[in-house]
T-cell receptor, first 116, second 113 residues
Framework: AQKVTQAQTEISVVEKEDVTLDCVYE???????LFWYKQPPSGELVFLIR??????QNEISGRYSWNFQKSTSSFNFTITASQVVDSAVYFC?????????????FGKGTMLLVSP | NAGVTQTPKFRVLKTGQSMTLLCAQD?????MYWYRQDPGMGLRLIHY???????AKGEVPDGYNVSRLKKQNFLLGLESAAPSQTSVYFC????????????FGPGTRLLVL
């Protein structure tokens, strides 16, 4: 069965520090997709990125970057020069078709607190 | 487009009461999903639907029923609410041609006393 582990329950940093959120996944499928979502204090889920299992290129979007390594089944997320507005819960998720249809399995989330 | 909407936004129930949560999407998506989010647990799939008139169980289906009578709506029912069903409920939808990417609603907070 698929599984997503976010070992860091909570991280506290001071503004302008860099921070990396870890995500390790398990799946039997050779084709799968990985996601990161942000959940700010307002509660909605904000889509950040989707990456398929055949694309191991790292991606950068502004202050955000993602490091996908199939060899270690990891999809880590780094925020450079963190800001207070980055304070949120971040979820890593895995989508595969183990059951025939695509379903999302979420990690338990990492709460990031950025203080001024 | 409104995307995915959920009704109501917040509700308080007494143990044993019933209620229905409504999810609506205007993107003509074939697939729809209901999740619950509990502190420290992430989101867990309750039920999902791959088309009008079809539903399937997810990871935590007990105590819930669902119906998909219209393509744009996915209803989640609690026949006899229990305090363990206090949670935030999220609905999502996805297109058949890109089913992996789900679009989420704003959530419904449910408190069962």
């Amino acid at each position: 069965a698929q599984k997503v582990t976010q070992a860091q329950t909570e991280i506290s940093v001071v503004e302008k520090e860099d921070v990396t959120l870890d995500c390790v996944y398990e799946t039997r499928d050779t084709t799968y997709y990985l996601f990161w979502y942000k959940q700010p204090p307002s509660g909605e889920l904000v889509f950040l990125i989707r990456r398929n299992s055949f694309d191991e290129q790292n991606e950068i979007s502004g202050r955000y970057s993602w490091n996908f390594q199939k060899s270690t089944s990891s999809f880590n997320f780094t925020i450079t020069a963190s800001q207070v507005v980055d304070s949120a819960v971040y979820f890593c998720a895995l989508s595969d078709r183990n059951s025939g249809y695509s379903t999302l399995t979420f990690g338990k989330g990492t709460m990031l607190l950025v203080s001024p | 487009n409104a995307g995915v909407t959920q009704t109501p936004k917040f509700r308080v129930l007494k143990t044993g009461q019933s209620m229905t949560l409504l999810c609506a999407q205007d993107m003509n998506h074939e697939y729809m999903y209901w999740y619950r989010q509990d502190p420290g647990m992430g989101l867990r799939l309750i039920h999902y639907s791959v088309g009008e008139g079809t539903t399937a169980k997810g990871e935590v289906p007990d105590g819930y029923n669902v119906s998909r009578l219209k393509k744009q709506n996915f209803l989640l029912g609690l026949e006899s609410a229990a305090p363990s069903q206090t949670s935030v409920y999220f609905c999502a939808s996805s297109w058949q041609g890109n089913q992996e990417t789900q679009y989420f609603g704003p959530g419904t907070r449910l408190l069962v006393l």
